[in-house]
């Protein structure tokens, strides 16, 4: 919608990695229908300017069309929100579904420096999410972020503990050790250095780093390691052998 600002790199990164991607825009939904997709890919962005919470009017636009939503996540396929796409999956209490009924049970606040942080993290893949297992298991990725609003917040201590229960934290933010995650290794204080969420069937992920920005190798910081590939074509790599294997 307007303010987004990512759908290009989205778009071709889901492209290289074999989908037939294509744009949609919130005005076209209805016309086009969810279920005639394999894969929903929510770009990052300022979506209405962030007026009054970043991802909140653009959740109000998807709003109407939330039971086509929610049997296009029944069904299995992957709905994927990145930075203000995930904050429009958490406005919408797709994230991280921790009750038979979806009503939201976190927000994402504004980061803890009171900034906008805008620089590459390291993130550990810290689930055993089916999507991204093979490729990732053990790994700390680099990945650049670029938000103001990225601090998850839980609205209890059961709705954390039910999220580790069910294996809904699929990346943590931490130093190139795997070691220390204080500031600035964790750009907002997101509780658990959480950089990335699942649903309960992890079909449906949110993530605040922007994979679709270190496509090749090139994209990557310089940090003395040799960085071949991109940590993105991995990432989507991952998602169409995934969709692949659904049958689409
Ligand atoms: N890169 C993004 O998607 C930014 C998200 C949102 N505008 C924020 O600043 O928090």
């Given at each position: ?33 969810f279920?005639?997709y394999d894969l929903l890919f ?27 939503l929610n049997k296009f996540v029944d069904s299995g396929k992957i709905l994927i929100g ?7 999956l958490?406005?919408?209490?797709m994230i991280p579904d ?29 689930s055993?999410n089916k999507i991204f ?33 069910n294996d809904q934290?699929i ?25 990335g969420l699942t649903n309960r069937e992890g079909n449906v992920i949110g ?31 991952s998602l169409?052998?995934y969709t692949?294997k659904l049958?689409a």
């Amino acid at each position: 919608m307007e303010g987004t600002n990512n759908e290009e790199e989205a778009f071709l990164s889901l492209r290289r990695s074999g989908f037939e991607s294509e744009y949609v825009h919130v005005s076209e939904i209805g016309k086009k229908k969810f279920e005639d997709y394999d894969l929903l890919f929510i770009p990052g962005g300022f979506s209405a300017g962030d007026y009054v919470r970043a991802g909140a009017i653009f959740a109000s636009r998807l709003a109407p069309h939330i039971n086509e939503l929610n049997k296009f996540v029944d069904s299995g396929k992957i709905l994927i929100g990145v930075c203000n796409g995930f904050q429009v999956l958490s406005e919408l209490g797709m994230i991280p579904d921790t009750g038979t009924e979806r009503k939201r049970t976190m927000v994402l606040g504004t980061n803890d420096s009171d900034r906008f942080e805008c620089r590459y993290t390291y993130i550990k893949y810290t689930s055993k999410n089916k999507i991204f297992r093979r490729h990732f298991e053990g790994k700390i990725l680099q990945v650049p972020v670029a938000h103001m609003e990225g601090k998850v917040i839980f609205d209890s201590k059961k709705t954390l503990d039910s999220v580790i229960e069910n294996d809904q934290m699929i990346f943590q933010y931490t130093d190139i050790n795997g070691t220390d995650s204080s500031y600035p290794w964790n750009p907002n204080g997101s509780v658990m250095d959480i950089a990335g969420l699942t649903n309960r069937e992890g079909n449906v992920i949110g993530l605040m780093p922007h994979p679709e920005r270190v496509y090749y190798g090139f994209q990557m910081m310089n940090d003395g390691n040799k960085h071949k590939n991109g940590t993105g074509e991995v990432f989507f790599n991952s998602l169409y052998e995934y969709t692949k294997k659904l049958g689409a």
